[in-house]
């Protein structure tokens, strides 16, 4: 479905005030909730996946056979919320979540705060916030999986080395900017979502291509409304999607990988297409990684995919590309986790990647 509000009042010349995507959720956000601002225009489409159809004929007198024979599936597509700002001064940016989440990590944050969407939106870009196929809004599958019914969420808290979960509660690293009061840490867990097209409980099935190829839609339906190329902001899982997406579109034109579970090998055709292309990109990685618990598993696994990064960045940038790895603890910005969108400091970070 595509929904469009035009905010612009054509009788009184007046633009219509809205408040940008998030939620004040605690009465500190509440206080600290920005002005409001003006939205141009804003809306939900599906980007990309396909249409499945089962042989046979369908037959309306018999609506409820069950077999469904000779009707269709709409699936493997993405849902993308958008907004765009009366006064649009830089690129649009697409958004693409990462492992177990949706857009929502995009739009606020667990304590409340207007997230990175409601930032680069004041900043004056378009924002586009994918639910990538099989999660959130985009929940239908040409795959079934299996919805889990396992309790894992301090797995997940280990590996975004926000702390160690000691005695039932979430106990942060030193100097954290995570918001760790009992609510906030609530709204994070809440924030996890099934992917519908998975088995693995780790992600060992998650279908990189599909994901691409409706990132990459998501991209081309941008720069038809912007009419310009975007920019490309990733997390975690998403990253390693994010990386096929040139191989889809010609419309990127940066790429920000938010602490991506990895970087092309040099001889791989993401990192041949990404060159072919000269797509700058920039990545991000956060604090207790050099410093992080060496008793943790997560904190090696950290240290070795953002190797691949650097390996990336200096063949990239030798073969005259633009790459540069950020260990943002070594300008300055220190406490964050893997979740730096989220965090007390978002609107630093957000406002470091913006300079």
């Known amino acids: ?98 492992y177990g989440q949706s857009r929502t990590g995009w739009i606020s944050t667990p304590d409340g705060r207007e997230g990175w969407a409601g930032d680069f939106l004041r900043k004056g870009h378009s924002v586009y916030l994918i639910d990538e196929p099989h999660r959130g809004e985009a929940g239908a599958t040409s795959t079934p999986g299996v919805i889990s019914d396992k309790t894992l969420e301090q797995r997940w808290y280990t590996q975004f080395r926000i702390g160690r979960w000691t005695d039932g509660k979430s106990v942060v690293n030193e100097g954290s900017k995570f918001p760790n009061d009992d609510r906030s840490v609530d709204q994070f867990f809440r924030q996890m979502t099934p992917d519908t097209g998975m088995t693995s409980d780790i992600g060992a099935d998650f279908q990189h291509e599909t994901v691409a190829t409706a990132v990459a839609a998501s991209v081309d339906a941008a720069y038809e409304q912007t009419g ?29 990988a938010v602490e991506p579970g990895g970087a092309p090998a040099v001889d791989s055709d993401d990192y041949q297409r990404l060159a072919a292309q000269d797509i700058p990109v920039l990545f991000l990685f956060g604090d207790y990684i050099d410093n ?34 950020i260990d943002l603890p070594k300008v300055g910005i220190t406490g964050n986790d893997h979740f730096m969108f989220e965090d007390t400091n978002s609107a630093e970070v957000a406002q470091f990647v913006e300079d």
């Open 228 to 256: 310009k190329d975007v920019i490309l902001v990733t997390h975690s899982q998403g990253g390693r999607a994010g990386w096929k997406v040139p191989a889809h579109t010609a419309h990127v034109a940066a790429i920000v």
């Open 292 to 325: 992080g618990d060496p008793k943790l598993q997560a904190t090696a696994a950290w240290i070795k995919m953002r190797q691949t990064c650097y390996d990336f960045a200096k063949a990239y940038t030798a073969a005259g590309r633009t790459a540069e790895v």
């Open 1 to 98: 479905m595509n929904r469009k509000w035009k905010m612009i009042s054509m009788a009184l010349g007046l633009a219509l005030v809205a408040a940008p995507f998030g939620a004040a959720g605690t009465a500190s956000a509440a206080k600290a909730k920005p002005a409001p601002f003006q939205i141009a225009e804003q809306g939900v489409f599906s980007a990309g996946g396909k249409v499945v159809t089962s042989p046979g004929t369908f037959v309306p007198e018999d609506q409820w056979e069950a077999t469904g024979k000779g009707q269709t599936a709409h699936v493997d597509h993405a849902s993308v919320l958008y907004q765009r700002p009366v006064k649009e001064k830089g690129l649009p940016i697409v958004f693409l979540h990462g």
